[in-house]
């Protein structure tokens, strides 16, 4: 579990392990785009982004929010 910022403000906890998106469902589909550094094309930083609008093949590997995954809402591993 790794918390990461979004692009509208707020922290998302994702899994550490990527998924294929069928087994995953659609609410807790997440991508991490890089943060290129100004005058750079070395990135920075990531921000996660919800995925919407065009769903993934079901193949396709996305990052599930933590909850998806995780079984009691205590746990953090």
Known sequence: ????????DRWVRLAAKELPAKDVPARYR?????LPARYSAVPTGFVAVRI?????LPGEMVLPAHAAVCLGPDASS
């Open 1 to 8: 579990m790794r918390p990461y910022p979004t692009n509208y």
């Open 30 to 34: 997440w991508r991490l785009l890089p």
């Open 52 to 56: 919407g609008g065009t769903e993934p």
